[in-house]
């Protein structure tokens, strides 16, 4: 009796992960394109401004807000976000206080890119 149950639910379990496959591809039909929408891009510059102790990148695309903080190091950061997408970049003082607002957009299909403030 115990062995059908085991059985059963093994035998449940691979239909709904075969079932769960099928759908996910017929959702998502970039999986098996081969294209990809969304790469990680590493951004990296300087910057001018004087006081400047941390760099964060936010993105309102969708319903989601992302934020990636990096610290400026002898006037430089490095930072990877995602690209083809359009961040606000606010440039923080030691405290996290906001001192300047820009606004940059990264483009898709590159791995790296190179931005100044």
């Given at each position: 009796?115990?062995?059908?149950?085991?059985i059963?639910?093994?035998?449940?379990l691979?239909?709904?992960?075969?079932?769960?496959?099928?759908?996910?591809?017929?959702?998502?039909?970039?999986?098996?394109?081969?294209?990809?929408?969304?790469?990680?891009?590493?951004?990296?510059?300087?910057?001018?401004?004087?006081?400047?102790?941390?760099?964060?990148?936010?993105?309102?695309?969708?319903?989601?807000?992302?934020?990636?903080?990096?610290?400026?190091?002898?006037?430089?950061?490095?930072?990877?976000?995602?690209?083809?997408?359009?961040?606000n970049?606010?440039?923080?003082?030691?405290?996290?206080?906001?001192?300047?607002?820009?606004?940059?957009?990264?483009?898709?299909?590159?791995?790296?890119?190179?931005?100044?403030?």
């Amino acid at each position: 009796m115990i062995n059908k149950i085991v059985i059963g639910v093994a035998i449940g379990l691979a239909v709904g992960l075969v079932l769960g496959v099928f759908v996910g591809i017929a959702v998502y039909p970039s999986l098996h394109s081969g294209v990809v929408t969304r790469n990680q891009v590493q951004v990296s510059g300087t910057i001018l401004e004087k006081g400047i102790s941390w760099i964060q990148f936010i993105n309102l695309a969708g319903n989601t807000t992302t934020a990636t903080t990096a610290p400026v190091t002898n006037g430089a950061y490095d930072v990877l976000i995602v690209g083809g997408q359009s961040y606000n970049v606010y440039l923080l003082n030691q405290h996290g206080v906001d001192q300047k607002q820009l606004s940059l957009y990264v483009p898709s299909g590159v791995t790296t890119f190179h931005a100044d403030f």
